[in-house]
C-alpha cells in the first residue's frame, strides 16, 4: 500500500532490538543442523505455529530455549548478518542492537565469542549493506546485581566495541534499585545507560521513577505507562529523555498495542520512537510496527515523519553523525 511503501522508504533508526529476538525459525534449523542440535519441532512452519504469547514470560521461555543453538562466532555472525539485511531492506540507516552475554556465558558460550561474531558482523554490515550498528549489552534482572557485576567487568576489554549498558529480562520483583550499582560502575567507565520499564501495572510507576531519578539512565525502554502520571511526563520532557516504544511487541506481552499512551506522549512532546523488539517471534519488523501504529491510531505522514526523525534525535550517535540524518 501507500503508507507501507512511505514508511519503508523512511529513512529510521532503530534503538530497541534484541539480537538474539531476531533469530528466525529458518536460521534456527540451519544452525541447529550445522551444530548437531536436536530440535523439538520438524520444521520452521511448526515453530512459528506453537508461537502464542500471553505475557513477557511466556515469550522468555521460549526466546531463552530457542538460544540453544546460537554456539559459534560465525553463528552469532550469521544471526546479526540477516538481521542488518532485513533492516537495511527497511531503510534502517543505524541501529542499536541489544545483545545478552548471560543467556549464553551462563551455557558455556564465551563472552568473546559472542560479541566477537556480532561484532564482525556489524563491520561487514557496514562495508557491505551501508548500515551503521553499534552494540548494547544488557543484562538479565531475574540474575542476581553480582552476576550482572562480573559481566560488566568481563566486557572491559572490548569497551570500545559497546556504547552502552541495559536490563532486560523478567521486569516482575526485579526493580531498577537492585542494579544502582552496577549501573553506577558501568557509567564510571564510560557507557552510557539505558533500562526496560514495561511491567503491567503493579509498580511501573515506581520503577520508572526509578530509572529517571535514581539510576539517571539516558533512555528508557518502553516506559509508555509514564502517560498515566502527568509528573514523570514532566521529568521525562525535563530531561529530554528518549522512549524506544515497541507496539507490535506490546500486543503480545502486555495489554494492546498501547496506542493510547505513545501516540499520547508523542502529542506532548516527549521523544517517543518506534522499534522490533523481537521480531521473529512477535511477527514484524521495524516498518511493521510503524504500520500497525499507523493504522490502530491513524496517524498521518507528519507523525510518521516526526517518529522517524526522533530515532535519529535521540540515538546515541555522535553530532556529526546525527546532523546527517537529521
Ligand atoms: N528480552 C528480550 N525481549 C524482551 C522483552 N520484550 N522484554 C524484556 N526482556 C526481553
Ligand atoms: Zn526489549
Partial sequence: SDLQDFITGLPKAELHLHIEGTLEPELKFALAQRNGIELEHSSAEEVRASYDFDSLSSFLTVYYDSMRVLVTADDFYDLATAYLTKAASQHVRYAEIFFDPQAHTSRGVPFETVIGGLRRALV????????????????????????????????????????????????????????????????????????????????????????????????????????????????????????????????????????????????????????????????????????????????????LVLLARNSFDIAWLSGREREQYL
Avoid at 576489554?157 to 532486560?168: A, E, N, Q, S
Avoid at 557507557?191 to 520508572?208: A, K, P, R, S
Fill in 124 to 303: 561487514d554490515a557496514r562495508r557491505d549493506l551501508g548500515i551503521h550498528a553499534e552494540l548494547i549489552m544488557c543484562f538479565l534482572r531475574d540474575f542476581t546485581a553480582e552476576h550482572a557485576m562480573s559481566t560488566l567487568m568481563e566486557s572491559l576489554p572490548y569497551r570500545d566495541w559497546i556504547l552502552g549498558v541495559g536490563l532486560d529480562s523478567d521486569e516482575r520483583g526485579n526493580p531498577p534499585a537492585k542494579f544502582a550499582a552496577v549501573f553506577a560502575r558501568a557509567r564510571q567507565e564510560g557507557y552510557l545507560l539505558t533500562m526496560h520499564c514495561d511491567i503491567d501495572q503493579e509498580g511501573t510507576h515506581e520503577h520508572i521513577r526509578q530509572v529517571i531519578e535514581d539510576i539517571r539512565v539516558d533512555r528508557i525502554d518502553h516506559g509508555s505507562n509514564a502517560f498515566e502520571r502527568p509528573e514523570l511526563v514532566a521529568a521525562i520532557k525535563e530531561r529530554g529523555l528518549g522512549l524506544t516504544c515497541c507496539p507490535i511487541s506490546n500486543g503480545w506481552v502486555v495489554d494492546g498495542v498501547k496506542e493510547t499512551e505513545i501516540v499520547g506522549l508523542l502529542e506532548q512532546g516527549v521523544k517517543v520512537t518506534l522499534n522490533s523488539d523481537d521480531p521473529a517471534y512477535f511477527g514484524g519488523y521495524v516498518a511493521e510496527n510503524y504500520v500497525r501504529l499507523a493504522e490502530v491510531a491513524g496517524l498521518g505522514r507528519e507523525q
